[in-house]
C-alpha cells in the first residue's frame, strides 16, 4: 500500500501537531480495538472522533472486546495470527510483558509527546529491550473499596484503618439487613480484587516479597502475608457478606449496589468512578473509596495500578497514521478530552494534564495516600509472573467451593506454567 505521507513529512507533522489534514487526502479506516467497559468505551468514541475532526479522511472502526481471560486470549490470538486492529487498548505490566511486546509491537520512543508521559508510567510499558510501547489510556488507579457514604453516615461508621474494623463494620450493616460487600461473579475478573488490592499490605510485611516470587523463592501459599487476601474471600462468603446473586451479578451491577446503597461496599479499581459518573451521575457523591485494610498496627497505604496503554501492533496497514493517534492520545488535549468524557478518576500520567478543583469524592479520598507516599505498586508492575486462572480461583474461593490454604496453592501451580512459558530463570 502506498504511504499516506513520506516519513520526513509525517515526523514535521508529528512535531507540530497543527490539527491540520494530512498531506494526501486518501480516505483511511483505522480499526481500534478497546475493552468493552461503559468507560472504555466512552474514551474510545471521544479520542477517536475528536481526532477526526482533525483529519476528516481518518475516519475509526471500534471494536469492543470481552474482560478476563477472554479479552486476554484475543488480544494474543490476534497478535499471533497478524490480525489485530491497528491500535488496541490493553493492560500495562506484566499483562502486556506476555504479549512479547518486542516481537509484537510497535516501539513509541520517538513520538513527540511521548517526552511528556510521567516516567511511572513507562516502566510499565517497557520491553525487555529497553523500549516503551504503550501510551497512557487512564489515571493512575487506585485498588480497595468503594464505600456507600450515605449508610455509612446512616449507621455511624467510620472508614476502616484495619481489616478488623472493616469486619465490624460489615457485621454492623449485615445486622442493619443491608449487603455488606457485594460481589459480581459474573464478570469474573472482579472477584480477584481482595488478593490484588491486598499488596501494598503484603509488601508491608514482606518487603522482599516481589523480588522472592519473581525469583522463585517465595509462594503465597508459604508466605501468610501473601495468603491473605484469598482468606478474605473466604471470610466474606462465610459470614455472609455477598448479596444473594454475587455469582450471576455484574461489574456494572456492582457500581448500581454501591453507588444506590443496595450495598455497602464494592472492592475494585479506581477507574470505575468513570462508569459510575457515566451510568449514575445522581449517585456519583455518595460514593467514597478507602483503601484495602490491613492487620492492625500495620500502615494503612494504597495498591496502586497503571492500568490502560494504547498500543500499535507490529506489521499494520496504516502503521503511521496509527501513531500519529497514538501520539494525540498522549497529548494534554487528549488528556483533557478523557477528562472531559469520564471525569477525573486519579492522579494524570501526561505533564500539563491538571485534576480539577471539583473532583469526585472518590478521587479526593484517594488523593491523601499518593500525597502522603503511603501506595506501593501493584505485583503485576513489580514482577512479570501473574497467573492466567486467578480470576477463576477467587471466583472458587468467593462462592465457597475452594478454601483458602488450596486456592494459594493451586495459583502457584498457575504461577509456575506462566513463568516457565515467559522463560524467567529459577523456575
Same mark, same amino acid.
Not at 295 to 314: E, F, H, I, Q
Given at each position: 500500500?502506498?504511504?499516506?505521507?513520506?516519513?520526513?513529512?509525517?515526523?514535521?507533522?508529528?512535531?507540530?501537531?497543527?490539527?491540520?489534514?494530512?498531506?494526501?487526502?486518501?480516505?483511511?479506516? +483505522? /480499526?481500534?480495538?478497546?475493552?468493552?467497559?461503559?468507560?472504555?468505551?466512552?474514551?474510545?468514541?471521544?479520542?477517536?472522533?475528536?481526532?477526526?475532526?482533525?483529519?476528516?479522511?481518518?475516519?475509526?472502526?471500534?471494536?469492543?472486546?470481552?474482560?478476563?481471560?477472554?479479552?486476554?486470549?484475543?488480544?494474543?490470538?490476534?497478535?499471533?495470527?497478524?490480525?489485530?486492529?491497528?491500535?488496541?487498548?490493553?493492560?500495562?505490566?506484566?499483562?502486556?510483558?506476555?504479549?512479547?511486546?518486542?516481537? /509484537?509491537?510497535?516501539?513509541?520512543?520517538?513520538?513527540?509527546?511521548?517526552?511528556?508521559? +510521567?516516567?511511572?508510567?513507562?516502566?510499565?510499558?517497557?520491553?525487555?529491550?529497553?523500549?516503551?510501547?504503550?501510551?497512557?489510556?487512564?489515571?493512575?488507579?487506585?485498588?480497595? *473499596?468503594?464505600?456507600?457514604?450515605?449508610?455509612?453516615?446512616?449507621?455511624?461508621?467510620?472508614?476502616? #484503618?484495619?481489616?478488623?474494623?472493616?469486619?465490624?463494620?460489615?457485621?454492623?450493616?449485615?445486622?442493619?439487613?443491608?449487603?455488606?460487600?457485594?460481589?459480581?461473579?459474573?464478570?469474573?475478573?472482579?472477584?480477584?480484587?481482595?488478593?490484588?488490592?491486598?499488596?501494598?499490605?503484603?509488601?508491608?510485611? =514482606?518487603?522482599?516479597?516481589?523480588?522472592?516470587? /519473581?525469583?522463585?523463592?517465595?509462594?503465597?501459599?508459604?508466605?501468610?502475608?501473601?495468603?491473605?487476601?484469598?482468606?478474605?474471600?473466604?471470610?466474606?462468603?462465610?459470614?455472609?457478606?455477598?448479596?444473594?446473586?454475587?455469582?450471576?451479578?455484574?461489574?456494572?451491577?456492582?457500581?448500581?449496589?454501591?453507588?444506590?446503597?443496595?450495598?455497602?461496599?464494592?472492592?475494585?479499581?479506581?477507574?470505575?468512578?468513570?462508569?459510575?459518573?457515566?451510568?449514575?451521575?445522581?449517585?456519583?457523591?455518595?460514593?467514597?473509596?478507602?483503601?484495602?485494610?490491613?492487620?492492625?498496627?500495620?500502615?494503612?497505604?494504597?495498591?496502586?495500578?497503571?492500568?490502560?496503554?494504547?498500543? =500499535?501492533?507490529?506489521?499494520?496497514?496504516?502503521?503511521?497514521?496509527?501513531?500519529?493517534?497514538?501520539?494525540?492520545?498522549?497529548?494534554?488535549?487528549?488528556? #483533557?478530552?478523557? *477528562?472531559?468524557?469520564?471525569?477525573?478518576?486519579?492522579?494524570?500520567?501526561?505533564?500539563?494534564?491538571?485534576?480539577?478543583?471539583?473532583?469526585?469524592?472518590? =478521587?479526593?479520598?484517594?488523593?491523601?495516600?499518593? #500525597?502522603?507516599?503511603?501506595?506501593?505498586?501493584? +505485583?503485576?508492575?513489580?514482577?512479570?509472573?501473574?497467573?492466567?486462572?486467578?480470576?477463576?480461583?477467587?471466583?472458587?474461593?468467593?462462592?465457597? *467451593?475452594?478454601?483458602?490454604?488450596?486456592?494459594?496453592?493451586?495459583?502457584?501451580?498457575?504461577?509456575?506454567?506462566?513463568? #516457565?512459558?515467559?522463560?524467567?530463570?529459577?523456575?
Amino acid at each position: 500500500m502506498t504511504r499516506l505521507i513520506p516519513s520526513a513529512a509525517l515526523a514535521a507533522a508529528l512535531a507540530t501537531m497543527a490539527g491540520g489534514a494530512w498531506a494526501q487526502e486518501e480516505e483511511v479506516t +483505522l /480499526t481500534y480495538l478497546t475493552d468493552g467497559s461503559p468507560d472504555g468505551v466512552a474514551v474510545a468514541e471521544a479520542l477517536t472522533e475528536a481526532y477526526t475532526a482533525q483529519h476528516p479522511n481518518v475516519t475509526f472502526d471500534l471494536e469492543q472486546r470481552p474482560g478476563g481471560s477472554d479479552g486476554d486470549n484475543l488480544v494474543k490470538t490476534r497478535l499471533a495470527t497478524g490480525e489485530m486492529s491497528d491500535i488496541f487498548a490493553y493492560n500495562a505490566g506484566s499483562l502486556f510483558q506476555a504479549l512479547n511486546p518486542t516481537e /509484537t509491537l510497535e516501539p513509541l520512543d520517538d513520538l513527540p509527546n511521548m517526552a511528556g508521559v +510521567l516516567d511511572g508510567f513507562k516502566g510499565v510499558v517497557t520491553g525487555t529491550d529497553g523500549k516503551v510501547y504503550g501510551v497512557p489510556l487512564r489515571a493512575a488507579m487506585g485498588g480497595g *473499596i468503594f464505600y456507600n457514604v450515605p449508610m455509612y453516615e446512616e449507621l455511624g461508621l467510620k472508614v476502616p #484503618q484495619t481489616w478488623e474494623e472493616f469486619e465490624a463494620n460489615n457485621e454492623a450493616i449485615k445486622a442493619a439487613g443491608h449487603v455488606p460487600v457485594a460481589q459480581t461473579y459474573g464478570d469474573t475478573w472482579t472477584s480477584q480484587l481482595f488478593v490484588l488490592a491486598d499488596y501494598f499490605n503484603v509488601q508491608a510485611e =514482606v518487603p522482599d516479597f516481589a523480588e522472592k516470587y /519473581t525469583a522463585n523463592q517465595a509462594k503465597y501459599a508459604d508466605t501468610p502475608a501473601a495468603m491473605r487476601g484469598f482468606e478474605h474471600l473466604q471470610e466474606g462468603f462465610e459470614k455472609g457478606w455477598w448479596n444473594e446473586d454475587f455469582g450471576a451479578a455484574t461489574y456494572d451491577d456492582g457500581l448500581r449496589m454501591v453507588a444506590e446503597g443496595e450495598a455497602a461496599h464494592y472492592p475494585m479499581l479506581t477507574f470505575a468512578i468513570g462508569a459510575i459518573q457515566q451510568n449514575y451521575p445522581e449517585s456519583l457523591e455518595n460514593v467514597g473509596f478507602f483503601a484495602q485494610p490491613g492487620p492492625a498496627g500495620a500502615p494503612n497505604g494504597l495498591t496502586v495500578w497503571y492500568l490502560d496503554a494504547m498500543y =500499535v501492533p507490529k506489521g499494520g496497514e496504516h502503521t503511521d497514521i496509527a501513531k500519529d493517534f497514538v501520539n494525540f492520545a498522549a497529548s494534554p488535549e487528549a488528556c #483533557q478530552i478523557m *477528562i472531559d468524557t469520564v471525569g477525573a478518576t486519579g492522579p494524570l500520567l501526561v505533564e500539563g494534564c491538571d485534576l480539577p478543583a471539583d473532583v469526585p469524592r472518590a =478521587v479526593s479520598d484517594m488523593l491523601p495516600y499518593f #500525597q502522603d507516599g503511603r501506595t506501593a505498586p501493584a +505485583l503485576e508492575f513489580l514482577s512479570p509472573i501473574k497467573g492466567p486462572a486467578l480470576e477463576q480461583i477467587t471466583v472458587e474461593v468467593g462462592s465457597g *467451593i475452594r478454601p483458602a490454604a488450596e486456592a494459594a496453592a493451586l495459583y502457584d501451580q498457575d504461577v509456575q506454567k506462566q513463568a #516457565q512459558q515467559l522463560g524467567i530463570e529459577g523456575w
